[in-house]
RNA sequence: CGGGGUGUAGCUCAGUAUGGUUAGAGUACUUGGUUUGGGACCAAGGGGCCGAAGGUUCGAGUCCUUUCACCCCGACCA
């Protein structure tokens, strides 16, 4: 392509509502254009970099054995009622009417229309497994669109579903798709990490996420720092901890502690570890039909996970309960506690299974009991995973320390189970003649996202730094002063050998400036540029390499072949 | 969905407390000339229903009402 011909409308200032560097970059660079909240339109650079992040996948999933199809966009509203997922969904779900007024939805994931094509032509067990995906446009209204193609409500994301007829085949095909998804990622030049997750509102028994690693990334990680541990914070699990002190000896006893609300001021009031207290964080869990105040109890040297504590509550959301509410259920904020309290739904962090000698509030208010065993708790009570990893906890896996990063998610692989066969009716033969749902898997990956993720982490304060596998053109051939007919004649000369190479190329032959140019240059992110310029009088070109920003003079004559040895 | 902010040239923004010639700057664009290794200089140009609707007024970018859009913080987010 010659850059004078070409659409790259590159400007000197961010629109100011950029704030991240993808998105600032990605808009002054010319790739993406935004046009309305959460749409973008992408520019011939951003086509071309989609493109060639849609191939690398589309290269991995044949490799794994998948086959693409493509669903309809626009999708009866009927199949999301059978599911069930026209609720839970919510107003994320773009819905409209035809002029039949017949309701539609615009496909936000696919799961439904999935099982919709293999039911009922699937019948039996010898056409499984079957893995099946697409590389469309998805639409999601979210409440707030924000970071450039990073949260957009159209995006490009390939969704993969596999079928299986057992569960051990399910696992097979999971972590062979993690296997897939780790070779794309490293295809496409990105540091990552592959970390449990919360399988939120998709369900299934099981999920991983694909992180990219960025200071700007949405999700905070828990990693270890010996191990392939890593977590979603919303997931993550730590060591037990062991006792940080002496447990402070106590026979079970009634105290006054007057005006003693906080953890912290209880610890100090008796002198023991706030290890040694039980917290009481009251959470108003939303259900379907209703909602209810449940107590959630954790050591004091913990904190509540508050998608945890939706798990545990089997809630829809979890939201704050106010102080004079809970007055009015008859609880006294500062002094609640497990013993003697009778219609409430406690749960138990896991961590106080067995616990003793404790320190617990008295249900009465400036009062607290102290050497409380929990062990004496009747069994409804429920014990469930709490509290969140904290940085330094120590890791479940080894005997390494855990520490946060940031994570951008780029994928996401479920292991669905017979969730959405056994609503939906998707069943097969099985070898006995029995009808058995089908049991899936669920891939996704990010690909409008992608784009996005590769400038969060290579990017400097000149502009974006495409990887050799997502940049839209690997070289650019810069001539210096188009009026000087010597290097325009061995830019021309060049720009068609390597055309002829096969190499994706294109040649700055617009009337600019030199400093212009390479501005230009440098915004865009090419990985390479070859400046034809004042060297040419001595005979050299030189070789700019984008990320290492170094300067490399090259014999005319060599120039050729030694681009091409750095490709 | 709660709280806040902003809508004026393609883009970034002045101008609006106090209404008053023909609405400005920078940048980008067009033309001519000079320049040619880090977003050049000189000169001459084109470009606006001041987000929309209604109102107050002799007169509204500016005041009042309504509305729409976009952004930010939070809630939410397979």
């Not at 966009?73 to 069930?84: D, H, I, N």
């Not at 998805?138 to 159209?154: H, S």
């Not at 000698?357 to 249900?363: D, E, K, L, P, Y």
């Not at 010597?486 to 000369?493: F, H, K, P």
Request: charged share 25%; with cysteine.
């Amino acid at each position: 392509m010659r850059f004078s011909r070409a659409y790259i409308p590159t400007v000197k200032e961010a629109p100011n509502e950029a704030t991240l560097p993808s998105h600032i970059f990605l808009t002054r660079a010319g790739f993406i254009a935004h046009i309305a909240s959460g749409l973008y339109n992408y520019l011939p650079l951003g086509k071309r970099v989609i493109r060639k992040i849609e191939n690398i996948i589309n290269e991995e999933m044949a490799r794994a054995g998948c086959e693409e199809v493509e669903l309809a966009f626009v999708t009866p509203a009927e199949l999301w009622q059978e599911s069930g997922r026209i609720e839970k969904f919510g107003k994320e779900l773009l819905r409209f009417r035809d002029r039949k007024e017949n309701l539609f939805v615009l496909g936000p994931t696919h799961e439904e229309m999935m099982v919709s094509i293999v039911r009922n032509r699937v019948s039996s067990y010898k056409q499984l497994p079957l893995n099946l995906y697409q590389i469309k446009t998805k639409f999601r209204d979210e409440a707030r669109p924000r970071f450039g193609l990073m949260r957009a409500r159209e995006f490009i994301m390939k969704d993969g579903y596999s079928f299986h007829a057992t569960v051990e085949d399910m696992n097979r095909e999971f972590d062979a798709m993690e296997a897939a998804y780790k070779r794309i990622l490293d295809r496409l030049g990105l540091e990552y990490r592959i970390v449990e997750a919360d399988s939120g509102a998709i369900g299934g028994s099981g999920s991983k996420e694909l992180m990219v690693l960025a200071e700007s990334g949405e999700d905070t990680l828990a990693v270890c720092d010996t191990c392939a541990y890593g977590a979603n914070i919303e997931a993550a699990v730590r060591a037990p901890k062991s006792a940080p002190s002496e447990a402070p000896v106590a026979e079970f006893n009634r105290f006054k502690t007057p005006g003693i609300k906080s953890i912290a001021d209880l610890s100090a009031f008796f002198h023991v570890d706030p290890y040694y207290t039980l917290k009481c964080v009251a959470k108003r869990a939303v259900y379907e039909e209703g909602s209810k105040i449940v107590l959630f109890f954790l050591r004091g040297s913990d904190e509540l996970q508050k998608v945890k504590a939706q798990n545990a509550a089997k809630a829809l959301e979890i939201v704050d309960v106010g102080e004079e509410e809970l007055s009015e259920a008859g609880l006294h904020v500062g002094f609640i506690g497990p013993l003697d309290l009778k219609g409430f739904t406690c749960i138990f962090d896991e961590a106080l299974r067995c616990a003793t000698s404790m320190i617990c509030g008295a249900n009465e208010v400036d009062y607290h009991f102290v050497g409380v065993d929990l062990g004496a708790l009747g069994e409804e009570n429920r014990f469930a995973d709490l509290s969140e990893v904290k940085e330094g906890d120590g890791c479940p896996r080894c005997s390494g320390t855990l520490s946060y990063t940031k994570g951008i998610e780029v994928g996401h692989i479920f292991k669905l189970g017979t969730t959405y066969s056994k609503v939906l009716k998707a069943e097969f033969l099985n070898e006995k003649g029995q009808a058995e749902p089908f049991v899936m898997g669920t891939y996704g990956m990010g690909v409008s996202r992608l784009v996005a993720a590769v400038i969060e982490q290579h990017h400097d304060e000149k502009g974006c730094r495409w990887t050799r596998a997502t940049a839209p053109y690997t070289l650019n051939i810069l001539v210096s002063n188009v009026k000087d007919e010597a290097q325009n004649d061995l830019g021309e000369l060049l720009y068609a050998q390597f055309i002829k190479a096969g190499v994706e190329v294109i040649f700055d032959d617009r009337k600019e400036r030199f400093g212009f140019k390479m501005n230009d240059a440098e915004l865009i992110g090419f990985p390479f540029t070859l400046i034809i310029g004042k060297g040419l009088e001595q005979g050299t070109v030189e070789l700019y390499v984008r990320e290492s920003g170094e300067k490399l003079e090259i014999p005319v004559a060599e120039a050729f072949a030694c681009v091409m040895e750095r490709l």
